[in-house]
């Protein structure tokens, strides 16, 4: 099957189609895969849900005692090579896991850290020694992880952190100083890979460092606005012996690392922020047929219909740009290693090519939750500013998610950033497309007799989009050139308008490959969120559009491109009032998030 497949690079779905045969959904998930996903889900049930406020008051030894637990069922390992003690799952596999596991609240970020940054930086960088010494007992939970880079002065500016490692004179090991803040898991970590700079480097180096080390002392648990249950600490660290050996890769290779397992960071948070909405949107629907105002369930008024529809539509689209992505680095994880790369290698390899896709779905898969969570107080009401409601809870929990794994602000810039760059590097060809789009604003626009085939709208809406945004980001580059990275408001509006391209995009070819198996008939509610979605995002597009233009172009340039925005984001008109009332009457029969 893979070598069927017309996987395009990264970045490229810009201006390449994509086929919907060749992208995974996860209405195809195999039974071994529902098997995983049903034990995670039994876990959250009896181990986690019971316990959210002991959790929250961070009992001593819950939460460790909970990934102990989470490590014997193999939860902890799932992506793990067998021969390290783990399962030995694709990326998609873990990802499935990753958005069971992500309605876990506080629990999920504690996994999260300790599967993801606890866990990836050794089993990638670390040599066999280090590996073999340290991934079975993280795989099992014997050993719990955590990640130290965040410095009180520097936080988006990793590479600017201060702690420091001179090598000691016999060469035995380096002598660390220094502070770290934000650890996540970092009260009961015994493993931890802490970054510095060695004597006058310009970039980083990371150690492996255990917790029985002389020199390292705690501050206590910070108090937060949410994730309560997540251990949180400064780490300070005082002449701290570490053995040349446990110099992690190679010297000065330290931020690498660090950017290289923060795209993996991206593309799972975005996974358990899907995972946490969907069940705030069941949560949402539950209450709403639960609670009665008027003599009827609130879930029979329109108001209510609309904010749980629109739950379900963003929901839908943000999945379906994280499985799709997950799936190309899965894809080219294969190649790689068909091309000869050792595994570790392969990995890195096939999560950078995706690097840009990893960034949008970071940003649109918190801001969904976001969303989500925010809607499903409203429907509670006065109840959902309780603490006695499980979505007050939700609410609290989500909002870190826009500044985990790089700011949401950060990340848009990289889109754009990591674009251009490729473009620069002759990976990608954005030139000749601009320019045909460019050419294209001179000519006689098409009053050709619509196509009303099924999914010919969405098609020739989706080429407007991308012509849309060659156009504004074209001309913003040739206009401002170098100083574009300052302008960082006209680098958002372009992020914006490439990430709605990508979930527009991946909704309409799960929705077209889902028809392609089922019918029309059957995929009713997801023809309805596809369309719903495209309708909502034409305007968006216009938006970001114009903002753009407006604070680069003037006069008859800036004419010409606002009368081709408004081609180019052209959309047929669409009930969204109807379509969004069945997408909400499937949700309230079935009494929970249902797609």
């Not at 795989?139 to 520097?154: I, Q, V």
């Not at 801001?367 to 007050?392: F, N, R, T, W």
């Not at 060809?429 to 320019?435: C, E, G, I, N, V």
Request: aromatic share 8%; charged share 25%.
């Amino acid at each position: 099957m893979s070598e069927k497949k017309k996987t395009i690079k990264g970045g490229e779905f810009l201006i390449k189609d994509t086929d919907s045969q060749d992208i995974f959904i996860p209405e195809n998930w195999n039974e071994e895969q529902k098997m995983i996903a049903q034990t995670c889900q039994d876990f959250l049930d009896q181990e986690v849900f019971p316990h959210l406020d002991r959790i929250d008051d961070l009992e001593e030894g819950l939460m460790p005692s909970l990934l102990e637990k989470a490590g014997e069922l193999g939860l902890l390992g799932i992506t793990i090579p067998e021969k390290f003690g783990g399962f030995g799952k694709d990326f998609v596999t873990g990802m499935l896991s990753t958005e069971i596991t992500g309605a876990g609240y506080s629990f999920a970020v504690a996994l999260s850290a300790h599967t993801g940054i606890g866990t990836l930086p050794i089993l990638y960088y670390g040599n066999e020694a280090q590996k073999a010494k340290y991934i079975p007992k993280l795989a099992s939970g014997e050993w719990k992880g955590c990640y130290c880079l965040t410095e009180p002065g520097s936080g988006s500016d990793a590479n600017s952190g201060r702690t420091a490692a001179i090598l000691s004179e016999d060469g035995s090991h380096y002598v660390l100083n220094g502070q770290k803040m934000w650890i996540t898991n970092g009260g009961f970590a015994d493993v931890l890979t802490v970054f510095a700079k060695i004597g006058d480097d310009d970039n980083l180096s990371a150690f492996i460092l255990e917790k029985n080390m002389d020199g390292i002392s705690y501050n206590p648990e910070e108090k937060k606005m949410g994730i309560k249950g997540s251990s949180t600490r400064q780490i300070f660290f005082n002449d701290v012996k570490v053995p040349v050996e446990n110099l992690l890769y190679e010297r000065g290779k330290g931020f690498k690392i660090a950017l290289n397992i923060l795209n993996i960071g991206r593309v799972k948070l975005a996974g358990a922020a899907i995972g946490g909405s969907k069940k705030a949107c069941s949560e949402s629907v539950n209450y709403a047929n639960e609670r009665n105002q008027f003599g009827r369930p609130i879930s029979k008024y329109g108001a209510i219909r609309h904010k749980l529809a629109e739950q379900a539509i963003q929901i839908y689209a943000n999945e379906s740009a994280i499985y799709r992505c997950s799936q190309n680095i899965e894809d080219a994880i294969a190649e790689n290693l068909s091309a000869g790369m050792d595994e570790q290698q392969a990995k890195l390899k096939g999560v950078e090519e995706y690097a840009i896709e990893a960034a949008i779905v970071k940003v649109f898969g918190s801001e969904c939750l976001d969303y989500v969570v925010d809607e499903a107080v409203q429907i509670y009401g006065g109840m959902g500013y309780s603490a006695e409601s499980p979505v007050e809870r939700a609410y609290r929990d989500a909002r870190i998610n826009r500044i985990f794994e790089g700011t949401n602000e950060i990340n848009r810039m990289l889109v754009v950033d990591m674009l251009l760059k490729r473009a620069m590097k002759g990976k990608i060809d954005l030139m000749t497309p601009a320019q045909k789009v460019a050419n294209e604003l001179m000519s006689i626009p098409d009053f050709a007799e619509p196509d009303t085939s099924l999914f010919a709208a969405e098609k020739k809406a989706l080429a407007g989009f991308k012509k849309a945004v060659l156009m504004v980001a074209g001309a913003a580059v040739q206009k401002l050139m170098m100083q574009l990275a300052k302008e960082q408001e006209i680098m958002m509006n372009v992020s914006d308008m490439i990430s709605m391209i990508y979930c527009a995009e991946s909704t309409m070819l799960r929705v077209e490959k889902l028809v392609s198996q089922k019918g029309e008939e059957a995929c009713q509610n997801q023809i309805d969120m596809m369309q719903v979605y495209f309708f909502d995002v034409a305007d968006k597009m216009q938006k970001c559009g114009k903002d753009a233009l407006m604070a680069f172009a003037e006069e008859d340039e800036l004419r010409m491109m606002l009368m081709g925005l408004r081609r180019f984001t052209k959309v047929q008109p669409l009930n969204t009032k109807e379509a969004r009332r069945r997408i909400a009457q499937t949700l309230i029969e079935k009494n929970k998030y249902a797609f």
